[in-house]
């Protein structure tokens, strides 16, 4: 029996076991959307615009352990995806990105609705594919989700001619598949991680800095495990945040620009620093002179080799699965210390000492007000109401820190945001992912009333599908971040940081079907949110109205080294 393309490309969905496929309908893709039609076994969620399909993607993918799959046409659908795409790249996320190209006798011609798919996301995806011959398209579509998932995950394109998908040829789908030029390493080096593991034990002031890999690579179990063990300090880099709890007392906080001052300082002064899933990040480490001038051994443990020494030399490179990795670390440690090789437990307690008088400066403090509602008294407040269960999704910007800071992660997969890219508007179609593939849990959209409206027709998205998310909006008037940029570094000169003319919120809201609340009053910040979080069939938008000249501290200024934070205003 022969199927068309269309039909190839809904049994290798079906094959790969996909519940959900986000999407927006167009010429080069309705044969697909009519056989989606015909079938019942995954649902598709039509967004209002192809940046959210990808960005909804990518979220149902990062908060479970499934591959995102998006499905958009041509020409504007794919240019409108690729800010989606390139978010995801950034993050390593694991999606299969679907779209319809114009039939192969008129690529390259200029015709309706044409563009070079392949070339414009090359640099933005770990691969892609244009399929020419509709008796590739189900090899391909296998490949395209063994590369996404495998590895260094990230978002792989599959670009397929409509003609394609109206031709005919039989199905086969492989049950395996090997690729001699893509084989990931695994096991990390014996040798290596024999090293590794007396070093640590060596140590008289180590550091573990954690970061989005532990989570990708579903690692987070054992990666505590071992921090436990080790009884020392630790950090979650900003997409790391929830592998180690973050209300344990080894947690130092998020490290970097807008990290706290003890986990900065352990960061800069400690003489062993194990990196496991984490790329030091210009937004981590600073300035990476600085970040170097204190000599100290560098243990590297990571997936993608590439990212082993590219902006920071290691001493010991691992590559290889975090997991397995981690396994055969604490193997050897074990195994060492039955030989009589101990930590040296007087050298910790007297870095614990150090980091005590570090934590004494007590760096998240922000002077609360009766009349005026801090933002970050909103974020502790959503804490609590939600006892910290609660997937918390953001946008880019001032809101994004002061949710990493003051929601504190206990769990891996339970924080959602723009990390790589930092892309403003992915907070509510995130927030849509997420729910779709935690249908039962609590979601909260933490976002500023800048960001929320690049992607505020989703709102008619969440009333299709009645999705009763919470949408956190800390209204400051300002596009925050840049606004305190420009009052640190630019002489308070406000060039096009100010939001005039918003819309009323709440009235929004109301009019895509939803709950609306203004609130301005610091009194009533708990009872509305609670009140929100008791409508559990509604979505409810919150508009905040928060201090408009509150900052974000610490904060390490661009070209500046970790250690040389400014902590608040008095340090200007």
């Not at 199905?171 to 593991?197: D, N, V, W």
Request: net charge negative; aromatic share 8%; hydrophobic share 40%.
């Amino acid at each position: 029996m022969e199927y068309t393309g269309a039909e190839i490309v809904v049994k290798c969905l079906q094959e790969e076991r996909v519940e959900h496929v986000f999407g927006y309908p167009g010429g080069a893709v309705l044969f697909i959307y009519d056989e989606i039609f015909k079938q019942k076994d995954f649902q598709h969620i039509l967004v209002r615009h192809e940046q959210a399909a990808v960005h909804a993607a990518d979220a149902y993918s990062r908060s479970s352990e499934k591959v995102g799959v998006c499905l958009v046409t041509s020409g504007p659908g794919v240019t409108n995806a690729v800010t989606g795409i390139a978010t995801a790249y950034m993050d390593s996320v694991p999606m299969v990105i679907i779209t319809g190209q114009v039939p192969t006798h008129a690529i390259g011609l200029d015709a309706f609705q044409e563009c070079d798919t392949v070339g414009i996301t090359r640099p933005c995806v770990k691969h892609n594919f244009l399929v020419k011959n509709v008796g590739d398209l189900a090899l391909t579509m296998k490949k395209a989700f063994h590369i996404a998932k495998t590895g260094r995950p990230g978002p792989v394109l599959v670009d397929i001619p409509k003609d394609i998908t109206k031709q005919k040829c039989k199905f086969e789908y492989p049950k395996e598949i090997t690729m001699r030029s893509y084989s990931p390493t695994l096991k990390g080096h014996s040798g290596q991680i024999k090293k590794a593991a007396r070093a640590i034990l060596e140590a008289k002031r180590l550091m573990i800095y954690t970061g989005g890999g532990v989570i990708l690579g579903n690692s987070s179990t054992i990666v505590t495990k071992l921090i436990k063990s080790l009884k020392a300090p630790c950090t979650n880099t900003l997409m790391g945040l929830g592998s180690f709890p973050a209300t344990d007392k080894q947690f130092l906080g998020m490290p970097g620009m807008h990290g706290t001052y003890e986990c900065n300082m352990a960061m800069q002064n400690c003489d062993v620093l194990l990196a496991i899933g984490a790329r030091f990040d210009d937004r981590v480490i600073g300035n990476p002179a600085h970040f170097g001038q204190n000599p100290r051994k560098i243990i590297h443990i990571d997936i993608d080799p590439s990212s082993i020494s590219k902006r920071v030399k290691v001493d010991m490179p691992i590559v290889g699965n975090i997991e397995d990795v981690t396994h055969t670390l604490i193997e050897e440690l074990t195994e060492f210390r039955g030989k009589g090789l101990e930590t040296d437990h007087d050298a910790l307690e007297k870095w614990w000492d150090e980091i005590e008088l570090w934590r004494k400066k007590d760096c998240l403090y922000y002077k609360k007000s009766d009349v005026v509602i801090k933002p970050q008294f909103v974020v502790e407040k959503l804490f609590e109401v939600t006892n910290g269960e609660a997937f918390i999704t953001s946008d880019v910007g001032q809101h994004q820190m002061w949710a990493a800071q003051y929601y504190k992660f206990d769990f891996p997969r339970k924080w959602i945001n723009s990390g790589g890219l930092g892309t403003m508007g992915v907070g509510l179609p995130y927030a849509m992912g997420v729910k779709f593939a935690n249908p039962d849990a609590q979601v909260a959209c933490v976002t500023g009333e800048a960001s929320i409206q690049m992607c505020i027709q989703e709102l008619s998205t969440c009333h299709q599908y009645r999705l009763p998310l919470k949408v956190i909006n800390l209204n400051n008037r300002y596009l925050g971040m840049v606004r305190q940029w420009q009052e640190i570094e630019y002489g308070s000169r406000y060039s096009e940081s100010y939001m005039e003319s918003l819309p009323d919120f709440v009235k929004l809201a109301e009019s895509y079907g939803h709950v609306g609340f203004k609130v301005d009053k610091p009194s009533e910040v708990e009872p509305v949110l609670r009140e929100a979080f008791d409508l559990k069939d509604k979505l409810v938008f919150i508009d905040f109205i928060t201090d408009q000249e509150e900052n974000v501290w610490p904060m390490v200024q661009a070209g500046k080294g970790l250690s040389e934070m400014i902590l608040g205003s008095e340090d200007l």
